[in-house]
């Protein structure tokens, strides 16, 4: 697994309230899907997703999120690589909450939780492929090269 965090999603109870404050910090919003707010950070992206939402696409019950749902995510460059890196974080001592699979932006991801409990997201996004050399993930593609 190389040593990157893709993309920062955090479960909100309020979307619109939590994109007004990032948007009061002057950050641009990145185009995307209509479900998700996401900000270009350096390398990254920062997400803001509805916690029930969050909730029912790990498939764990909201209360199981605490007071605030995250999730880390690793973007790989195939389906197969998802599937390995979940079979090796698994033997590794993660709990898979939920295995790879077809996911409704189109792509491919699964769930795993570190042994602390955090959530880990390891996904492949055809609509943001990782730039050729370095790996660094692009939000849709964006910005392009």
Do not use: C
């Amino acid at each position: 697994m190389e040593q990157r965090i893709s993309l920062i999603t955090l479960g909100v109870r309020d979307k619109a309230r939590a994109a007004a404050f990032y948007d009061a910090l002057g950050w641009q919003r990145a185009p995307g899907p209509e479900g998700v707010i996401a900000y270009d950070l350096l390398g990254q992206t920062l997400g803001l997703f509805g916690l029930e939402d969050l909730a029912k696409d790990i498939g764990v019950p909201v209360e199981t999120l605490g007071h605030g749902g995250l999730t880390l995510a690793h973007n790989l460059r195939s389906r197969a690589e998802v599937e390995d890196l979940l079979s090796r974080a698994e033997a590794a001592g993660a709990t898979i909450l939920k295995p790879a699979q077809e996911v409704f932006w189109g792509g491919y991801h699964g769930y795993f939780a570190d042994p602390e409990g955090h959530v880990w997201e390891i996904a492949h996004n055809p609509l943001s492929p990782l730039r050729a050399g370095d790996g660094a993930f692009r939000w849709q593609g964006y910005p392009e090269d």
